[in-house]
């Protein structure tokens, strides 16, 4: 048999308190952060933003969801279009901050961010978000395995 309800909650006044909006429970001018996870390899670039554990998704975006041609996924504007789309997500969760973690390909590939990196994260500072940090979380190979193409490189 079902739990009976108490008087409070046939009423409805515990509604106000846990809040009628997705995302976590705010104050009025309190800040609110998330993490927003950058991914920006050569191909792609995904904007993903998590709670501050990185346990639950908040929203997730990428830039070939938001252009047409496959070789304009890692594209500056594509990544801005993503960003501006994960921002207006975020505001409406309550999300005001953003702590963010630029990452490249890494391992035995490429250390550098790919071209979105840059022009989504400004696109996350210009659509009213803060930006709290900033941190590079691209894998760094300690002792790797051995790097594709051979002994004497790539010969063009």
Known sequence: MAPKKSAKAATGE???AQGSGLGPATRDGEIVFGVAHIYASF???FIHVTDLSGRETLVRV???MKVKADRDESSPYA???AAADVAARCKELGISAVHVKVRAAGGTRSKT???GAQSALR???RS????GRIEDVTPIP???TRRKSGRRGRRL
């Open 123 to 125: 696109a996350l500072a």
């Open 128 to 131: 009213g978000l803060r930006i």
């Open 43 to 45: 191909n792609d670039t």
């Open 14 to 16: 515990e509604g106000e």
């Open 142 to 144: 300690t002792d790797s």
């Open 62 to 64: 990428t830039g070939g």
């Open 79 to 81: 990544a801005m279009m």
């Open 113 to 115: 961010p790919g071209p």
